[in-house]
């Protein structure tokens, strides 16, 4: 099972989206790493991510943009990526559990997911921040998720 990346965020991946439009929609590794001013190993979880989220096809040492990633805007955005995200874990599985079990707490949902063998780290507690960090920077943003701070709190909009 393939996992979204923990540690990107959509403004950072926004920010690489840019340069390899700006460079005709492909690019290769060592150009896009030193435009970005970032190391390789810090671009990689950022490629995966749009990868998986089908804004970018990684060949070899190269990098171009998709028809999705070429038209992805801040019109767009929300909908390209809730759509996209609805199949990647842990917010496939997320979004499963909340349509059948309703509003879930944090560590309530990190326990669902993990009897559902959807796991980022093998201790609960790293999974619980992980999850929620995920959850906001993503899941929220992209409109697939409501989140109440007041009671770690996640429920499917209304």
């Known amino acids: 099972m393939k996992l979204f990346p923990t540690e990107v965020g959509i403004t950072e991946l926004r920010g690489i989206i840019s340069i390899i439009m700006d460079n005709g929609g492909k690019i290769s590794l060592p150009q896009l790493s030193d435009e970005a001013e970032e190391d390789i190993d810090k671009l990689l979880p ?54 059948e079990k309703g509003p879930l707490t944090t560590r309530d949902l990190v326990r669902s997911l993990r009897k559902m063998r959807v796991k980022i780290y093998t201790d609960e507690a790293l999974d619980i921040e992980a999850v929620r960090k995920l959850m906001l920077r993503w899941g929220v943003r992209s409109k697939m998720f409501s989140y109440d701070y007041n009671t770690d709190t996640w429920s499917l909009p209304s």
Do not use: D
């Open 46 to 99: 950022l490629l995966e991510a749009g990868s998986l989220l089908g804004l970018m096809k990684i060949k070899g040492a190269n990098v171009a943009l998709t028809e999705k990633g070429k038209g992805l805007n801040l019109e767009n955005l929300a909908k390209i990526l809730s759509n996209a995200l609805a199949k990647i874990e842990p917010f496939k599985t997320a979004m499963k559990i909340l349509k």
